[in-house]
């Protein structure tokens, strides 16, 4: 129970990780705000955690006034707010060549202006209850994959907005601001878009070991359970802080270039 009582505004929960982060924050005794764009998927989650446990948006969080609406459902619903979960997010690959200026601009909006939207639109709460932040990132954000650049670009930029914030509202108003950077994690939207990047069905079952040194990519529960100790009070004051979590350090790697992970012809 280390979220007695806490309410918390999950965006994307409707599915992936933010689901897996909404379960577990109920698990330990939150109220949760459950969000996406998938209606159906959304009541099911709902549904299964309780209605006294979990309230419902269905909203584009881009549209006017989507953030506040969200803000207002917490406090009418549950009485206040505690913390913000910025998971929501656009996944879509493109490179230089296939990424225009229109869809670079929808991608920040989605990935970087909604979650400084939320934060802004929240943080009269949060003050109020020296709440706290989490903004679901990815490694990408380091540089990133070729066909994932507008996505990695987002996500950089919102490292840079955690830090800036984590800073700031941490003196100012008490309120914490962290990150989360996962690296690859099977969700179901995650196994299909790598079948439409050309991957087999089951591409997640044989994973070449430089990628996947457990024999398998990261669960959504095993970020869940990193999310849970920065939004509870067992990391104290610590904000501004970016958590990279894979199974291989992200920073500076520099993987064998030998027959281990370079494929070499049978002799
Ligand atoms: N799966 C991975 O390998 C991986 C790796 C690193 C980071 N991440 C990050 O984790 C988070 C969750 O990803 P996931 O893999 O669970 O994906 P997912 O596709 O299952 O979830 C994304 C959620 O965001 C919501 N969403 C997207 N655009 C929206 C919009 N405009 N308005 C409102 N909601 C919107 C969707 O409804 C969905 O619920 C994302 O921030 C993603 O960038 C995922």
Not at 89 to 114: C, G, P
Not at 166 to 190: C, K, S
């Amino acid at each position: 129970m280390r979220l007695e009582n806490q309410v918390i505004i999950v965006t994307g929960s409707c599915t992936g990780i933010g689901k897996a982060i909404a379960e577990r924050c109920v698990a330990e005794g939150a109220h949760v705000v459950i969000h996406g764009l998938e209606k159906e998927l959304g009541e099911k989650v709902v549904a299964d955690l309780g209605k006294d446990k979990a309230a419902l948006h269905i909203e584009d969080l881009t549209a006017d006034g989507a953030p506040q609406r969200l803000v207002d459902i917490a406090v009418k619903t549950f009485g206040k707010l505690d913390a913000v979960v910025n998971n929501a997010a656009m996944i879509t690959a493109s490179n230089i060549h296939t990424t225009d200026l229109a869809f670079f601009r929808k991608m920040l909006e989605v990935n970087t202006l909604a979650p400084f939207a939320l934060i802004k639109a929240a943080l009269p709460e949060l003050r109020k209850t020296h709440g706290a932040v989490l903004n679901i990132g990815s490694v990408n954000a380091w540089s990133g994959e070729p066909n994932l650049f507008p996505y990695s670009v987002s996500k950089g930029a919102l490292m840079t907005l955690t830090r800036n914030l984590g800073d700031t509202l941490m003196r100012e108003d008490g309120v914490r601001v962290n990150q989360i950077n996962p690296g690859w994690v099977l969700t179901e939207n995650e196994a299909q878009r790598k079948r439409e990047h050309g991957l087999a069905d089951d591409w997640y079952k044989d994973l070449p070991n430089v990628y996947a040194p457990a024999g398998r990519i990261l669960w959504p529960r095993e970020i869940a359970a990193a999310a849970v100790y920065f939004l509870s009070a067992e990391s104290g004051p610590f904000s501004g802080q970016v958590l990279d979590i894979e199974q291989h350090p992200f920073i500076g790697r520099n993987p064998p270039k030998d027959a281990t992970t370079i494929p070499t012809p049978a002799k």
